[in-house]
């Protein structure tokens, strides 16, 4: 047991909220001098102490769901991705968090502001992609690339993002495109609890990666050269948090 209590409690993900608690117990020694006044707070100090409660606030949410849902570290196990992924969900929404689409989309919205032409534009929405860790697995973007190509080729210059004609003929080629690959608005809903779902394996895998690497380390110590490799999936988070 002191083996397997070392393991979860150091991964990265909960490292982080650790210091969090940390931070929140360190009150500065002048709150105890008996006749010190509180001092004024700045308009700027107050918006950190409101930051700051907020993201406790968060946290505490998030802890607390944590020590009462069970998670499976098995990221080979469709049961446990799902339950991950609902877990997740459920703080996300007692904690009134955005889903990776949604920030994706509050992402999107404010760095294509001011962009004036489609090709920019495009290029940069493949950036946020890649930065987010999303994946393009049926070639959307690729397509799209040669839809702005063949509407450039026929009006014959650059498409401007207020060019509502030259527009209109690229929106018709994404249509088309939307309809080869079987794509549809009303699926949308559909398509992120997909994105959920492999968001949640791949989160799972980050998991079982650093608990076994740590086991692997704490295993080569000498005060637990007794204690055998437990299987992750038969470790229970609620146990150390």
């Known amino acids: 047991m002191a083996f397997t209590s070392r393991l979860l409690c150091r991964s990265k993900k909960l490292y982080d909220g650790q210091a969090i ?11 105890y001098a008996k006749e010190a ?26 802890l607390g769901i944590l020590r009462k849902e069970k998670i499976t570290i098995d990221p080979d ?8 992924a609902k877990v997740m969900k459920t703080i996300r929404e007692k904690a009134d968090l ?18 004036p032409d489609a090709r920019t534009y495009l290029v940069t929405l493949q950036d946020i992609r890649v930065k987010n860790g999303l994946s393009d697995d049926i070639g959307a973007e690729i397509m799209m690339f040669d839809a702005l190509e063949k509407v450039e080729k026929e009006i014959k210059k650059p498409l401007l993002r207020d060019d509502k004609k030259g527009m209109a003929l690229l929106i018709a080629e994404f249509d088309k495109i939307n309809k080869k690959l079987g794509i549809h608005k009303e699926d949308l809903p559909k398509y ?24 692997a ?7 637990f050269q ?3 490799m437990v299987d992750v999936r038969s470790l229970d988070v609620r146990n150390f948090i």
């Open 98 to 115: 955005l889903s990776v689409p949604q920030r994706v989309k509050n992402i999107i919205q404010e760095q294509t502001k001011g962009i």
């Open 192 to 215: 992120e609890e997909e994105l959920e779902i492999k968001l949640a394996k791949d989160q799972l895998t980050e998991i079982k990666e650093e608990v076994v690497e740590e086991m």
């Open 77 to 84: 196990d469709p049961v446990a991705v799902t339950q991950y």
């Open 226 to 228: 007794d204690e055998k």
């Open 217 to 223: 380390n704490q295993i080569k110590r000498k005060e």
């Open 37 to 62: 006044a509180p001092p004024a707070m700045l308009k700027g100090d107050e918006m950190l102490w409101n930051i700051f409660f907020d993201v406790k606030k968060k946290f505490e949410i998030a």
């Open 21 to 31: 608690v940390r931070r929140e117990n360190a009150v500065p020694i002048r709150f």
